[in-house]
C-alpha cells in the first residue's frame, strides 16, 4: 500500500546520501573518503556488502575500461568448485582452489637443461639451451636459451638454484669454480677441489634484483657434464 511504500522511500533515503555526486550507502559523507564514486558503511563497526549467486555460478567485482563480456580485471568466486581468482590484464593472474592453494600460472619462473656432453673449457658462460626437456620450462620467457641468462621482468625477490656434474681432473684443474653473476658480476660461487671424482656441485640463494638486471652462470676452472646432471632454474618469490 501507499504508506507501506512511503515507509520503505523514508528508509531508504535515511540509508543512501547523494554528496557532491558520489553516493554513499550508511554513510552522509562519501565526498569524505578516496575518490570512489561509491561508498558504503562507515567507520563505526564491522561492514560486509554479499554478492548472492546460485551454486552453479559465480560472483564477483569486475574492473572494466571498455564494453564487452570479457574480465579485464577483478575478483571472481565460482560456487561450483569454491575457487577464488584474482584477473589482471584480461587473464587470471592468482587462482585459490577449494582446499587453499594459491597457484599463479603467470609468475616468472624457469628450468634450463642442455642435452649431454662436456665441459672442457675454462672461462665461459654456462649456457642451458633447453628449458621444454626433463622438467623444463621457460614461463613468461625470461630466461634466454642463446645466452643462459635470465633477465628480471621487474623489482623483486628472485630464486636460483643450480646443479653441475663436474670432475677437475679431466681439465688437468685440481679444483672446480662456477659463479652466479649478476649484470657480469661474481656475487656467489660453487666450488670443490678434488681430483679423480665425479662430484656433483649445487647451490640456492635468494637475490634482490630490479627489472632488467639479469642473472647467469659463469665456469672458471674445471670439468663437468651436461644432461640431466646438471641445471640451471629461477623464480620470482615477490
Known amino acids: 500500500n501507499l504508506m507501506s511504500k512511503q515507509s520503505e522511500l523514508a528508509q531508504l533515503a535515511d540509508a543512501v546520501t547523494v554528496d557532491g555526486g558520489k553516493v554513499g550507502i550508511k554513510t552522509s559523507s562519501p565526498s569524505s573518503y578516496l575518490s570512489g564514486n561509491l561508498v558504503v558503511g562507515d567507520s563505526n563497526s564491522d561492514q560486509y556488502v554479499s554478492l548472492v ?10 574492473f572494466q575500461d571498455t564494453t564487452g563480456t570479457s574480465i579485464v580485471g577483478g575478483i ?5 568448485d569454491n575457487a ?10 592468482m ?6 592453494r594459491v597457484t599463479m600460472p603467470s609468475q616468472p619462473s624457469f628450468k634450463a637443461y642442455r642435452a649431454g656432453g662436456a665441459i672442457n673449457t675454462n672461462y665461459t658462460d654456462l649456457v642451458f ?45 685440481s679444483y672446480m669454480t662456477a659463479f652466479y653473476r649478476i649484470n657480469g658480476t661474481f656475487v656467489a660461487f660453487l666450488a670443490h677441489s678434488h681430483l679423480s671424482s665425479w662430484v656433483t656441485e649445487g647451490g640456492a640463494m635468494i637475490l634482490s ?8 652462470l659463469y665456469l ?4 663437468g657434464h651436461y644432461g640431466i646432471y646438471s641445471y640451471f632454474s629461477g623464480t620470482l618469490l615477490g
Open 53 to 62: 549467486s546460485g551454486s552453479a555460478n559465480a560472483a564477483g567485482l569486475m
Open 220 to 223: 672458471e676452472r674445471g670439468s
Open 129 to 173: 639451451n633447453d628449458t621444454s626437456s626433463h622438467g623444463g620450462h621457460n614461463v613468461g620467457g625470461h630466461y634466454n636459451t642463446a645466452n643462459g641468462r635470465f633477465t628480471c621482468p621487474c623489482d623483486g625477490r628472485y630464486l636460483f638454484t643450480a646443479q653441475l656434474l663436474t670432475n677437475p681432473s679431466s681439465s688437468s684443474n
Open 76 to 80: 571472481r568466486y565460482t560456487h561450483s
Open 84 to 93: 577464488l581468482a584474482a584477473w589482471t590484464n584480461g587473464a587470471e593472474a
Open 95 to 100: 587462482h585459490i582452489d577449494a582446499s587453499g
Open 209 to 216: 634484483l630490479s627489472a632488467s638486471d639479469y642473472v647467469d
